[in-house]
């Protein structure tokens, strides 16, 4: 796939667990949709740590509208999908972006059921992303779409920065699997993908 699938959307809704997992895992990918003119809205599921002070900057720098709520696994999905279609028009949205199933964290797995019911009546394109280091034990993950990032390499490890509870030893892994992934398709950096749905109309 192309670069003119991300021109392909005007307005990505990405469902993200934490502040700091939409930086670690496709804050290359927001920074590059920002800088072609998309609108991106993170919905933050469990905002109520301490590290949500550093979102406001974040989002700054790589150019998304943060979106706070305040839940954490055991919520009831029926509840919090009523408060999020509240707050935001799924419908308005072309691409929805969350956690894979097979994700280690609780929290990411809850997203991606919330992620299934939000998409249930919608006409929405669906990706998962690759949530490092969560990722290590993905088993049916395939990482279909691969997006360069390469320009945008230091704006995400900029934003990442912020955070004093991402680990000094992330910013290598995280590198090296920009890396890797990128390898594969002969660029330099690239965040990778599993695309669910697919909607060409």
């Known amino acids: ?62 150019g998304y509208n943060p979106i706070y709520l305040n839940h954490r696994d055991e919520s009831p999905t029926s509840k919090v999908i009523s408060e999020i279609e509240k707050k935001v028009d799924v419908e308005s949205y072309d691409l929805l972006i969350t956690h894979w199933i097979e994700d280690w964290h609780q929290d990411h797995r809850f997203c991606h059921e919330l992620g299934n019911s939000l998409r249930r009546k919608q006409q929405l394109d669906v990706w998962y992303m690759n949530a490092y280091p969560y990722c290590q034990k993905y088993k049916s993950f395939e990482a279909n779409l691969f997006v360069d990032i390469t320009r945008y390499k230091y704006k995400k490890l900029d934003a990442i920065s912020l955070y004093d509870n991402v680990p000094d030893e992330y910013f290598i892994g995280i590198d090296s699997m920009s890396r890797y992934r990128g390898s594969f398709v002969h660029v330099k950096h690239a965040e990778v993908f599993k695309v669910d749905t697919l909607l060409y109309s």
């Open 1 to 62: 796939m192309r670069s003119y699938i991300l021109n392909h959307y005007s307005k990505v809704l990405i469902l993200s667990a934490h502040p700091d997992d939409l930086e670690i895992s496709c804050g290359g990918t927001v920074a590059k949709f920002v800088d072609e003119g998309t609108k991106v809205d993170n919905i933050i599921l469990c905002s109520n740590v301490n590290h949500k002070k550093y979102v406001a900057s974040s989002s700054k720098i790589l």
